[in-house]
C-alpha cells in the first residue's frame, strides 16, 4: 500500500492488538469515522501478550509496529491493547513519527460513576500488576478501593466467541468470582474491562454475575480522540475494504473471517 497523493488520501488507521480484543475499539471507530480506511493488525504469533514478560512486550511491540508502518503508511496508530500500551506505548512514540493512541483502563469514568466507592478492574495478569493502574488509581480514583483480578481464561473465551465457538456461563462465573470473591468484592457496582477483549464477552460476563453489575470500557473515549486528531483531514469518498493483517498462521485468521467481516474487514494478509 502506497501513500495517497495529497487530494485522495487513502491513508488509513492502524489498529493493533495481540489478537482480535482491539474489534471493540475499532466498532466505535468505525460508527464514528465511517469513510476511513481501517488496517486491523494481530499479533497472532505473540498471542497471548497476558502472560508474557514485560521486556518481551517491550521489545517485540515496538518492532512489529515499525514494520506494518512501513507496509500500509498510516496516518495514525491506535494500539488497541491494553497490556501493549502499559509497557510499550512510550517506546513507540519515541520509534514512530506519527500519532499514537493507547488505551489505558477506564478508571477515571468508573470512578465518576460508582456509587459505591468500590471498583473492580479486569484485565490481563499483565495489565493489573503494572505500576501505571496504581497511577491511575491515585490520580482519578482515591476515595475509591479498587480491586483487580487477571485473567488469561477470559482472553481465550473471548478469541473462541469471535470463532463461533461458545463458553460456558460456569466459565465467565469462575472468571468473576476472582474478582468479586475478594474482601470487599461483594460492594463492586463497576467493572472496568481492562482488557479489549473483554467488551466482546461483556454481555456473557453480565449474565453470569449474581447481581446487577455495570460494565464499562475505553473504546467510545479511544473513538472520539481518534476523531479529534484527524479533524480536518480528508478521508476517501468510498473507503477501500478494511484489511485484518496476522502475523501467525492464515488458518486462525481464515476461521475468524466472517466475524472480521462483520467488523469491516474482509480482506486478510500475513505479515
Given at each position: 500500500m502506497n501513500p495517497a497523493s495529497p487530494t485522495t488520501d487513502a491513508r488509513p488507521i492502524l489498529f493493533f492488538d495481540s489478537g482480535i480484543g482491539g474489534l471493540s475499539v475499532l466498532r466505535p471507530a468505525r460508527e464514528l469515522l465511517p469513510n476511513a480506511p481501517f488496517v486491523y493488525a494481530a499479533d497472532s504469533a505473540g498471542f497471548p501478550y497476558g502472560t508474557r514478560s514485560d521486556a518481551e512486550i517491550a521489545a517485540r511491540?515496538?518492532?512489529?509496529?515499525?514494520?506494518?508502518?512501513?507496509?500500509?503508511?498510516?496516518?495514525?496508530?491506535?494500539?488497541?491493547?491494553?497490556?501493549?500500551?502499559?509497557?510499550?506505548?512510550?517506546?513507540?512514540?519515541?520509534?514512530?513519527?506519527?500519532?499514537?493512541?493507547?488505551?489505558?483502563?477506564?478508571?477515571?469514568?468508573?470512578a465518576e460513576i460508582s456509587k459505591t466507592r468500590v471498583i473492580g478492574v479486569l484485565g490481563t495478569r499483565a495489565t493489573v500488576r503494572q505500576a501505571y493502574v496504581d497511577d491511575l488509581t491515585a490520580k482519578f480514583a482515591a476515595d475509591c478501593t479498587v480491586l483487580r483480578h487477571g485473567s488469561a481464561e477470559l482472553v481465550t473465551l473471548a478469541e473462541a466467541k469471535l470463532r463461533g465457538e461458545a463458553g460456558t456461563p460456569a466459565q465467565y462465573r469462575a472468571v468473576l468470582d476472582g474478582l468479586l470473591g475478594q474482601p470487599g468484592g461483594e460492594r463492586i457496582d463497576i467493572v472496568v474491562n481492562a482488557c479489549t477483549h473483554f467488551p466482546l464477552v461483556a454481555e456473557e460476563l453480565a449474565q453470569a454475575a449474581d447481581r446487577p453489575l455495570r460494565f464499562i470500557d475505553g473504546g467510545p473515549g479511544i473513538a472520539r480522540r481518534i476523531a479529534y486528531l484527524t479533524q480536518g483531514q480528508q478521508w476517501p469518498q468510498s473507503p477501500p475494504p478494511g484489511i485484518a493483517v496476522f502475523t501467525g498462521p492464515a488458518d486462525n485468521a481464515a476461521r475468524l473471517a466472517p466475524a472480521l467481516g462483520r467488523f469491516g474487514l474482509t480482506e486478510l494478509q500475513t505479515l
Open positions: 511491540v515496538p518492532a512489529l509496529l515499525g514494520r506494518l508502518t512501513e507496509r500500509y503508511h498510516p496516518r495514525l496508530i491506535v494500539i488497541a491493547c491494553n497490556t501493549a500500551s502499559t509497557i510499550a506505548l512510550a517506546a513507540v512514540r519515541a520509534a514512530l513519527d506519527l500519532p499514537i493512541v493507547g488505551t489505558v483502563p477506564a478508571i477515571k469514568p468508573a
